[in-house]
């Protein structure tokens, strides 16, 4: 029986949410991230909804702290079964105003650390045949201005997913990537960018948004089960994709007059 899961970024938010989600089917989590406390707090909870696990501090930038939960899952679980690289952070800014340290740290982060988190466990993925759920962004998929830096590693773990899903096929490992819009999160906790008032309106985006992680949550595990490989949990994002397979310009015009108005705002 398939039951063993390990999620980066356990320690709140949509890391969390999965956690809970899967405990509720009484899986066994290995849960992950710098926020010892968060972790020591969805471990309670994740015990309380049925489920149970361990906790373990791990920095995705760093490949041995990785590969060190791989082996604790392998000693504790008898190997694993789903992956889910979750750990992120945010970034905003527009291009001419990033410094190169805030792409390498979002690089790092947002994309090496799903690249290594894949590279670290997919030995034991390839031995139980199971599932890799990369969590990217409609940013991935829609380049939204003032956010280049997120855009290029959210789109980077699009790509990345879909190349594990070709060469992957054989070996009876599935991939997914899940692609969110705004959702209510604590992700700004993590916003690193060079002025405040682009903080203050991705703020306004996240509270406004009709959906929260546990909806999300909810939403990617039924997806997972259907076999979904792309996972768009917003119906705006569904439609905002359809139409940018059709006709990218039009996504490419709306993007520039809300660069313009961004812009217009922080002047």
């Not at 926020?35 to 489920?51: F, P």
């Not at 994309?111 to 034991?124: N, Q, S």
């Amino acid at each position: 029986m398939q039951n063993r899961m390990m999620i980066t970024g356990a320690g709140s938010g949509l890391g969390r949410e999965f956690a809970l989600r899967w405990a509720r089917e009484g899986w066994r989590l290995a849960l992950c991230d710098v926020n010892e406390q968060g972790l020591a707090e969805t471990l309670k909870l994740v015990r309380e909804a049925g489920g149970d696990g361990f906790t373990l501090r791990c920095d995705v930038r760093d490949y041995s702290q990785l590969t060190a939960v791989a082996q604790a899952c392998e000693e504790r679980f008898g190997g694993l079964d789903v992956l889910v690289n979750n750990a992120g952070v945010a970034a905003g800014g527009f291009f001419s105003e990033l410094t190169l340290e805030d792409w390498d740290w979002q690089l790092s982060i947002n994309l090496m650390g799903v690249i290594k988190g894949c590279k670290a466990f997919l030995p034991l993925l390839l031995e139980s045949k199971g599932k890799i759920i990369n969590i990217a962004s409609m940013a991935a998929l829609m380049q939204g201005p003032a956010m280049s830096n997120y855009n290029v590693a959210k789109a980077g773990v699009v790509s990345l997913s879909e190349s594990l899903l070709i060469e992957l096929k054989g070996s009876g490992v599935d991939v997914h990537v899940v692609c969110p819009s705004f959702f209510q999160t604590n992700l700004l906790d993590s916003f690193r960018g060079p002025t405040p008032a682009m903080k203050q309106q991705v703020g306004k985006l996240l509270e406004n948004s009709p959906i929260s992680a546990q909806d999300i949550a909810g939403y990617v595990y039924d997806e997972v089960a259907k076999g979904a490989f792309m996972i768009l949990p917003h119906e705006e994002g569904r439609m905002a994709w359809k139409i940018k397979q059709q006709n990218p310009q039009v996504i490419y015009d709306q993007m520039a007059q809300m660069s313009d108005k961004m812009r217009s705002k922080m002047v």
